[in-house]
């Protein structure tokens, strides 16, 4: 599934896996991908640990969604977003939905709404369990989304070295160029992002320190670069070309 522009959205998100303090950034992130038509919150509204939500909840016209927990040990809340989910999935106005939540209970329904082939973007922090980051789309850990008000939060950039040596993200990036190359090893960059979307969900420039993917790979300094000015006007392509590579001249 090739991400792209989805017009309308259903927000659902779990208040007990969820901080107040990311909601400015999460709509702000939404926006990049369609419309929230629906936005619901869900947990039990009695208890005082949900308090922080309130104020924040009228600023965003997110629907509160009253959950008691009737056992102890057992989530109501989780089992009153699935189902919710499913209902609005069956009415087909949708044509993707955002799971808040580091919950890994959400990990079959994210599968789920994949299978009706809806697009799946899930929020969480990064403790969240990899089974259910795999099973969205995307997946946006929330810590990036917290730093613009709350400078405490914000993501320290990683060094070139660091870069370097993080074997899990070299691969990703290597093995992204080698499948997006043509037969002279170039790359453009746009088909890179594309690909590394396909091999991991929760992949993220910004989780590195980085806000864009031109900025990250430039910083690790294992590939060649070349821009290319596109027509007659400022926009410019980017290509890549890793430097294990023998020959790296751009025909």
Known sequence: MTEE?????AVLIDADNAQPA????????VTKFGTANVKRIYGDWTMPR??????ILLQHSIQPIQQFGYTSGKNATDSALIIDAMDLLY???????????SDSDFTRLASRIRESGLFVYGFGEKKTPKAFVSACDKFIFTEVLRFKDDPGEKITRMTSNELKNDRKLANLLRNAV???????????????????????????????????????????KLFHIDEKIVGDGPSKAVYLKNKRNRSHKKS
């Open 91 to 101: 009415t087909g106005k949708f044509d993707g939905f955002c799971i808040v939540s």
């Open 178 to 220: 080698d499948a997006s190359s043509d037969d002279s090893g170039w790359a453009h960059l746009a088909s890179v992002g594309g690909n590394i979307a396909k091999q991991a969900s929760e992949f993220d420039p910004r989780n590195y320190g980085y806000r864009k993917l031109g900025e990250l790979v430039a910083a690790t």
């Open 5 to 9: 522009k989805i017009e309308r959205l």
């Open 22 to 29: 990311i909601v400015d950034g999460l709509l702000a992130e």
């Open 50 to 55: 949900l308090k922080g939500w309130k104020e």
